[in-house]
C-alpha cells in the first residue's frame, strides 16, 4: 500500500505496485523458514568474492528473496494478496470459534505442528489441542521434528501422509481396518 | 497377537480395567495395550507421549494421542474425564512425581502405575556383590542412559501413598512372566498399583 503505484487498489490498465507486492513477498519469505534453514541454505555467504562496499547485494540471501519478490509479482495480483492476508488476520479460532457449543459429539481432530515454525508455532498448536480436550472432544496432536520453518508443511510428506491416511482411516472405519496394524 | 503373547503388565492392567471405561494412558508407548483395550473393551482411550516415533505408530492404530511430556500433559483436561488413567513404567521418569500424580487424580477416577522395583533381589545383589549399579531385565538401562529420574521400591511406593493419603485399592507384582506373591519387595521385579483418592 506504500507503493504509489497501488493508486488505492485502483491499479489495473496502469503501472501496477509491483515494488511494494515485490517487499511484502520479501518479508513474508523470511517467515516461512527457519533460523537453521536459513543458516543452511545462506549463511554468510556472498554472491561474489568480495564486499562491494555499494548498496546493492552482495549476499546470496539477498538475491535470493529478491528473486522470490520478482519472481512473485509476475504471478500474483496486489490487492488478491491484500485480502487474503486481510482474512488471515480475521481468522480466529481462540475460545469457542474452533468448537461452537453443540458441535462437541462425533467430530475428530488432528492437529499437526512443525517444530521449527515460528509463523504458527507448536505452543498455539498445543493451545487448540488443550482447548478441544478441556471440551472433550478427541483430539490427536502430532510435533513433527522439522528443521524446515514453516515452509515444512509442504516438504515433511511422508510425515503428513501417514498422519492424516491412518487418521481418516480410523475415522471412517473404526479401529477395525487397521489392517496395517502389527506388533 | 494372541493374548497370552503380550507383555505381562499389559495384561495385568487389561485385567483391572472395566468394559468400556474411559482411559487415559500417560506414556502410552506405541500404543499397544490402549490398542487392546479399545479394540476387546470398547474402552474409550486417549494416550500421551513424548516419542515422535510412537505418536506415529499410535496414529496407524487408530488411537487419539498429545504428542507431549507427561508433566505438562494434562492441563486442559477436565476434572473426572477418565475412569482410569494409566501411568504404567512412566511415573519415575517424570520430573514433578507428586504434580502428575496430582494431575492423575484429578482428571481420573482411579491412577494404575506401573513401576521396576528397585529392591528386586538381583537389583540388590548386583549392587551389594560387584558394587555396580544394576542392569536388569525390568531396568535395562546403563545409569548414563537411563530416562528413570527416580529410583523407588515396592516399600518406597507403599509409604510414600500412606503419607499422600493415596488409597491403595490393588497390588500386582511381577517378575518378568511369572505373578509374583511372597514378598514382592524381594522378589518383583514390576508394580503394578491401583490407586484412588476419594479422601481430597
Not at chain 1, 125 to 132: C, H, K, P
Not at chain 1, 145 to 168: C, M, N, P, Q, R
Request: net charge negative; glycine share 8%; proline share 3%.
Amino acid at each position: 500500500m506504500a507503493d504509489t503505484a497501488w493508486n488505492g487498489g485502483d491499479y489495473y490498465g496502469k503501472a501496477k505496485p509491483e515494488r511494494g507486492l515485490a517487499v511484502a513477498r520479501m518479508i513474508g519469505h523470511i517467515t516461512y523458514m527457519s533460523d537453521s534453514s536459513m543458516e543452511d541454505k545462506f549463511s554468510r555467504r556472498l554472491k561474489d568474492d568480495n564486499f562491494s562496499f555499494t548498496f546493492k547485494g552482495d549476499f546470496e540471501v539477498e538475491g535470493y528473496l529478491r528473486y522470490r519478490g520478482d519472481s512473485f509479482v509476475k504471478r500474483f495480483d496486489a490487492n488478491s494478496y491484500l485480502y487474503i492476508t486481510k482474512a488471515m488476520d480475521y481468522f480466529d479460532l481462540s475460545g469457542d470459534n474452533i468448537l461452537p457449543p453443540g458441535s462437541e459429539s462425533g467430530v475428530r481432530f488432528l492437529v499437526i505442528a512443525f517444530k521449527s515454525d515460528w509463523l504458527y508455532p507448536s505452543y498455539q498448536s498445543q493451545e487448540i489441542v488443550r482447548y478441544l480436550k478441556s471440551k472433550g472432544a478427541d483430539a490427536t496432536y502430532c510435533e513433527v521434528s522439522s528443521t524446515y520453518g514453516h515452509d515444512a508443511f509442504l516438504l515433511e510428506v511422508e510425515e503428513e501422509t501417514h498422519l492424516i491416511k491412518h487418521f481418516l482411516n480410523k475415522t471412517f472405519y473404526g479401529y477395525d481396518v487397521v489392517r496395517s496394524y502389527e506388533i | 497377537m494372541r493374548f497370552d503373547e503380550l507383555r505381562s503388565d499389559y495384561r495385568v492392567i487389561y485385567g483391572i480395567v472395566n468394559s468400556a471405561s474411559r482411559v487415559l494412558d500417560l506414556g502410552c508407548g506405541d500404543g499397544e495395550l490402549l490398542f487392546i483395550l479399545a479394540k476387546d473393551k470398547n474402552a474409550k482411550v486417549q494416550g500421551v507421549e513424548i516419542d515422535e516415533g510412537s505418536i506415529y505408530k499410535c496414529v496407524a492404530k487408530g488411537l487419539s494421542v498429545f504428542h507431549s511430556d507427561i508433566d505438562n500433559g494434562l492441563r486442559g483436561y477436565p476434572d473426572r474425564s477418565f475412569d482410569y488413567v494409566i501411568l504404567n513404567q512412566s511415573l519415575q521418569q517424570t520430573k514433578k512425581v507428586d504434580f502428575v500424580l496430582d494431575e492423575a487424580f484429578r482428571v481420573g477416577e482411579r491412577v494404575i502405575v506401573g513401576f521396576p522395583n528397585f529392591a528386586h533381589l538381583p537389583v540388590r545383589l548386583g549392587l551389594f556383590f560387584r558394587g555396580e549399579a544394576p542392569v536388569t531385565k525390568s531396568l535395562p538401562y546403563h545409569w548414563y542412559d537411563s530416562p528413570n529420574i527416580h529410583c523407588l521400591s515396592i516399600k518406597d511406593f507403599r509409604n510414600y501413598c500412606r503419607d499422600k493419603n493415596i488409597d491403595v485399592l490393588e497390588e500386582h507384582y511381577l517378575a518378568g512372566e511369572k505373578v509374583v506373591r511372597f514378598w514382592p519387595n524381594l522378589f518383583a521385579a514390576n508394580a503394578i498399583f491401583v490407586l484412588s483418592r476419594n479422601g481430597k
